[in-house]
């Protein structure tokens, strides 16, 4: 089934755009706009490359063009947290802001609102997709970047039992393992593998994004035996190594599209007022992704 055609772009046309380093792999544009069309607004949106030592400038720019809206991904959400002018409760907890809504503010200037719709959108993703229930599970999680320590932070709110933390840089996976013994002191934590079995292992590095990754997965340490269900953020491929490799060893495995998803849908919720079209905007992801 065709999907509606967006309205001629126009002096009225409202835009959103995505800012990211690398960004050419990005599905979000594919997603949002046939959101828009769906429901008819004459809305677009892009993406652009924009360097780490430009993000506050391009921020600043997209408020003064009158954007209705920007997502962020790598590297920018840890970044973009002083870059705004308020944090609305979610990206307050998180420490993260992946998606901004330029809004009059109480003194009725526009101002640069940032949230984070990437935590939530990776618990419905595990919960649809994997079968996972986070509350008493034990978890292994790769990276301690922006996406890193998001996931960790949600997983200790979500109540896992065990937390395990690894990253190149020890250093970072510390820092961690520091703040969520400090406000989820209920959660038992560490940094290094784990040597028994686990329920879920979550790649939150962007290692697989390239064909020639080394894989985020050190396999002297832990082997994929070790745990039933392996989940690697990033969407493109669709099967990275490291999944491949998890099915062959027979692990229920997903891939990002499904966070992706889910923060999308929230995301376009904030911007636009209006219910998300989630399931013409998973079909945008799937062809675009997966080419059918």
Same mark, same amino acid.
């Given at each position: 089934?065709? +999907?509606?055609?967006?309205?001629?772009?126009?002096?009225?046309?409202?835009? @959103?755009? %995505?800012?990211?380093?690398?960004?050419?792999?990005?599905?979000?544009? *594919?997603?949002?706009?046939?959101?828009?069309?769906?429901?008819?607004?004459?809305?677009?949106?892009?993406?652009?490359?924009? !360097?780490?030592?430009?993000?506050?400038?391009?921020?600043?720019?997209?408020?003064?063009?009158?954007?209705?809206?920007?997502?962020?991904?790598?590297?920018?959400?840890?970044?973009?947290? !002083?870059? %705004?002018?308020?944090?609305?409760?979610?990206?307050?907890?998180?420490?993260?802001?992946?998606?901004?809504?330029? #809004?009059?503010?109480?003194?009725?200037?526009?101002? *640069?609102?940032?949230?984070?719709?990437?935590?939530?959108?990776?618990?419905?993703?595990?919960?649809?997709?994997?079968?996972? #229930?986070?509350?008493?599970? +034990?978890?292994?999680?790769?990276?301690?970047?922006?996406?890193?320590?998001?996931?960790?932070?949600?997983?200790?709110? *979500?109540? %896992?039992?065990?937390?395990?933390?690894?990253?190149?840089?020890?250093?970072? *996976?510390?820092?961690?393992? /520091? #703040?969520?013994?400090?406000?989820?002191?209920? /959660?038992? %934590?560490? /940094?290094?593998?784990?040597?028994?079995?686990?329920?879920?292992?979550?790649?939150?590095?962007?290692?697989?994004?390239?064909? !020639?990754?080394?894989?985020?997965? !050190?396999?002297?340490?832990?082997?994929?035996?070790?745990?039933?269900?392996?989940?690697?953020?990033?969407?493109?491929?669709?099967?990275?190594?490291?999944?491949?490799?998890?099915?062959?060893?027979? @692990?229920?495995?997903?891939?990002?599209?499904?966070?992706?998803?889910?923060?999308?849908?929230?995301?376009?919720?904030?911007?636009?007022?209006?219910?998300?079209? /989630?399931?013409?905007?998973?079909?945008?992801?799937?062809?675009?992704?997966?080419?059918?």
């Amino acid at each position: 089934m065709s +999907q509606p055609a967006q309205p001629a772009i126009n002096a009225a046309t409202r835009l @959103c755009a %995505v800012y990211g380093s690398p960004i050419a792999h990005s599905a979000s544009p *594919a997603m949002h706009n046939a959101a828009f069309a769906a429901l008819g607004l004459d809305w677009r949106y892009l993406a652009f490359e924009v !360097d780490p030592k430009n993000l506050r400038t391009a921020i600043l720019g997209a408020k003064a063009m009158g954007f209705a809206g920007l997502n962020l991904t790598v590297p920018h959400k840890l970044l973009a947290v !002083d870059m %705004v002018d308020a944090l609305d409760d979610s990206a307050k907890k998180w420490g993260a802001v992946n998606t901004i809504k330029f #809004e009059a503010g109480p003194d009725g200037k526009i101002r *640069a609102f940032g949230f984070n719709t990437d935590a939530e959108g990776l618990a419905v993703s595990l919960e649809q997709d994997l079968d996972i #229930e986070l509350a008493g599970s +034990q978890v292994l999680l790769l990276g301690a970047g922006g996406a890193g320590r998001t996931a960790a932070l949600k997983f200790a709110e *979500a109540g %896992v039992e065990e937390l395990f933390l690894v990253n190149r840089t020890a250093s970072k *996976a510390e820092e961690i393992a /520091v #703040e969520i013994s400090e406000r989820y002191a209920h /959660v038992k %934590v560490a /940094v290094g593998y784990p040597k028994t079995k686990i329920d879920l292992l979550v790649n939150a590095t962007s290692l697989g994004l390239k064909p !020639d990754d080394a894989s985020p997965l !050190d396999g002297k340490y832990f082997s994929f035996a070790q745990t039933r269900a392996v989940y690697d953020m990033i969407y493109r491929p669709a099967e990275t190594k490291l999944l491949a490799a998890a099915k062959a060893a027979g @692990c229920k495995t997903a891939n990002g599209l499904g966070m992706l998803l889910w923060q999308g849908a929230r995301a376009f919720v904030i911007w636009t007022g209006k219910p998300a079209p /989630v399931d013409v905007m998973r079909r945008a992801l799937e062809q675009n992704i997966y080419g059918h």
